[in-house]
């Protein structure tokens, strides 16, 4: 049986495949902690710290917990309280639910971002899309992260 504390361990020591297990193994991301935080708030205040000192490698692994927090449930809104939008976090959220689905071959997920045109295809191109959806329900994750990094997907709000 995992602890609802054990997601603030992870969160502090900055880890991700654990806190990923505790998410996956059914720990609500709305739990609190001793001082009455949610794990998103927590998040939101390292990522702040993390910006102000220019440790922007860590702040990246905090937005991806935020992103992984937030597909399993967490209300964005808490980040928005503590450090207004958090920029770039949405690219987070989109690539973890699109990894998660691929690893899962559950593409449902993937067609709702599509839908609401979260993630979108160069040139609207429906054979790209097409093609993106095989990938996922295959679970080829060297094939959809490809269509990424050749710019041919695309989440909203990339910066």
Known sequence: VVMPQSIFSAIESGDLAT?????DGGVSPLVKNEKGEHPL????????QCFNTEKFEEEDLYKKMAAM????????DD????????????????????????????P???????????????????????????????GDKARVDAMFEKGLVHCAFEQ
């Open 19 to 23: 806190l990923e297990r505790i998410l």
């Open 41 to 48: 708030s927590r998040i939101a205040a390292l990522i702040k």
């Open 69 to 76: 927090l937030i597909v399993h449930g967490a209300p964005a």
């Open 79 to 106: 980040l928005k309280h503590a450090f207004g939008e958090v920029s770039n976090l949405h690219r987070f959220v989109c690539q973890y639910a699109v990894d998660l689905a691929v690893s899962k071959r559950k």
């Open 108 to 138: 449902a997920s993937v067609a709702a971002l599509i839908r609401d045109r979260t993630l979108w295809f160069q040139n609207d191109d429906e054979r790209l899309e097409a093609d993106f959806m095989y990938a996922v329900e295959k």
